[in-house]
């Protein structure tokens, strides 16, 4: 589950009543408008593989983006052609690696809007969502750890696993 830029740069969980096709619209739209004004080619594939990343709020792996590219009726794609639509869409911005998961996720934040702030994923460990949100007030304060230690991060990315307020209030019914 990531973030929605209309709550106001907090990370959303999906709600009841969520239209998650319209969330995964909104991704590819923005997918398609980021390729064509950098010039980057979102190829067929390219495009399948972060529609498979959409699909969900939890993050995939490969073969789960091959196994769900399968499940269309096409004929599943080889893993390193996966990968490969994997490492354009990591380097164009338009997914993310979870380390701890060893899975992707298509991005829905707006990075630019962050200004180079840190990606930080809050992930459910009972339902495996991820909220994904940068702000600059967590950007400083990372920096001034960073600088008061000596330290000069190269990847600035925090995972930070706990429980949404979806499970909490499952578990509390």
Do not use: W
């Not at 091959?66 to 997914?95: C, H, M, N, S, W």
């Not at 934040?109 to 909220?131: K, M, Q, S, W």
């Amino acid at each position: 589950m990531k973030h929605d830029p209309s709550h106001g740069g907090a990370p959303a969980f999906e709600r009841p009543g969520h239209d998650h096709s319209a969330c995964a619209d909104r991704l590819l739209a923005r997918a398609e408008r980021l390729c064509e004004a950098r010039g980057a080619k979102l190829t067929d594939i390219r495009r399948r593989v972060l529609e498979a990343l959409a699909a969900d709020h939890a993050p995939a792996g490969a073969y789960d983006v091959i196994d769900r590219l399968a499940r269309e009726g096409d004929k599943p794609p080889a893993p390193i052609t996966v990968y490969r639509a994997l490492d354009f869409l990591l380097a164009q911005g338009l997914a993310h690696r979870i380390e701890s998961r060893n899975a992707f996720v298509a991005c829905s934040h707006d990075h630019a809007a962050a200004d180079g702030a840190p990606v930080v994923f809050l992930i459910c460990e009972n339902c495996g969502a991820v909220g994904e949100a940068a702000t600059m007030d967590f950007a400083k304060a990372l920096e001034a750890l960073a600088q008061t230690s000596g330290f000069r991060p190269r990847a600035p990315v925090i995972e930070i696993s706990g429980e949404c307020a979806h499970c909490r209030a499952a578990r509390a019914a």
